[in-house]
């Protein structure tokens, strides 16, 4: 009985807070176990995913709502499970070095980024360096436990490097979207219907609805990427593609991917071999790491009481 009664108080203080520092009043949207999220932590998330992927703005407010309750959803979970196995020692260098790359990824200045929270009365910067260090503690978990499942073949690695040496290099700069089908759902209908959407609301929008993958909050920006750190089925789908046109559909593992080809280009340089193995070697574990992030996190999600009001 008294446990009920301090999670009540603690309850209607968390309402009044947010209430005192919010124009909106709040209301409990979704619980995930004893976690609240409420419509101004929704409206808060939206306005933040739009500074990060700005194209949001063009689709429907009951859209963009839709996108950042799940986001906040997700974060909730990663941060619990963070809990059970890594301590948060408040390292306030990692925490600034993770804002500038962030500045850096947005093409904006500090103060850019700054008169942008202010302006849509959005996150402190505080605040800000707890969602990213969430992504990185979670990073760090999956390393944690997964490493000794990753897979590298340093020799095919290196073939291909040597075969690229005699070429000029190419590289795309990509955006994904990689989709899981439900048990329940039909794989064609929710192509079909993942492509009416790319074609009525553009790939990066589609990528926040979407897409599973760490990127969706960009709208599913991965950047520029090497033709040889990609797999031979991968690069075969994008062969033959153009700029600002995406691949089929790809299977990888349980999951699907589709790519959009934002940009191409071909640089005349001297591979350094060992430079280029270690940048492969790097991004074929993170790959893999991806795909048990991705699997770990969907296991994990079970164990959790979602309750959408």
Sequence with gaps: MLKKKIYFILLILYLLTTIVFSAEKAFIQ??????IITNVDIKKESDYLKI????LSTLDEKRINEIAKKSLITEIIK???????????ENN???ESLLENL???????????????IQKKNYSLSEIKKKLMIDILWNDLIYYKFKDQVKVDSNKLLAKIESAALRDKKEYLLSEIIFEKNVDQNLNELI?????????????????IYSIS?????GGKIGWVDETSLSNIINQ???????NQYTDIIQVGNNFLILMIDDIKFTKIAIDKDLELKKLIDFEMNRQLNQFSKIYFNKSKINYIINEK
């Design 93 to 95: 260098e990692l925490q």
């Design 214 to 218: 760490e990127t969706s909050k960009f």
């Design 103 to 117: 500045y850096k990824r947005l093409n904006l200045s500090k103060s850019e980024f700054q008169s942008l929270l």
């Design 237 to 243: 789908n994008l062969q033959d593609k153009k700029k």
């Design 30 to 35: 979704v619980l995930v176990d004893k976690e």
């Design 79 to 89: 941060n619990k499970e963070i809990e059970k196995y890594i301590v948060n020692n």
């Design 52 to 55: 990060l992927n700005p194209n």
């Design 192 to 208: 079909n219907k993942i492509k009416t959407s790319i074609n009525e609301i553009g790939f990066n929008n589609t990528a926040n």
